[in-house]
């Protein structure tokens, strides 16, 4: 079983830049792909991007690539997405999600188990 915890959400002007994190309890985090998605009001949940097990890493290339960062700490079992650049449209929740195969995936139905969100609002 794995808990996962986010944090770093907030309110952030139009340009700026926010740092999200993910804390997950349990055992073999390393082995775990780690994917970050999110929900604005009124859509689906969207992919924004996964690190593999062995780091490497996708992302909508749609909507974030160049502007954010996943990585991991495998050591403090923890994944971070780093935000820059964000725009009014970036505004959800974002959440964090653990797969147990490893490999990198990008669909919600692929991921084991998920955190309860974060908030992120983006004023323009």
């Known amino acids: 079983q794995v808990q996962l915890a986010e944090s770093g959400g907030g309110l952030v002007q139009a340009g700026g830049s926010l740092r999200l994190s993910c804390a997950a309890s349990g055992r073999a985090f390393s082995s775990y792909a780690m994917g970050w998605f999110r929900q604005a009001p009124g859509k689906e949940r969207e992919f924004v991007a996964v690190i593999s097990w062995s780091g490497g890493k996708v992302y909508n290339t749609n909507s974030v690539e160049g502007r954010f960062t996943i990585s991991r700490d495998n050591a403090k079992k923890t994944v971070f997405l780093e935000m820059n650049s964000l725009k009014p449209e970036d505004t959800a929740v974002y959440y964090c999600?653990?797969?147990?195969?490893?490999?990198?995936?990008?669909?919600?139905?692929?991921?084991?188990?998920w955190g309860q969100g974060t908030q992120v609002t983006v004023s323009s």
């Open positions: 999600a653990a797969r147990s195969q490893g490999t990198a995936a990008t669909h919600s139905s692929q991921y084991d188990y």
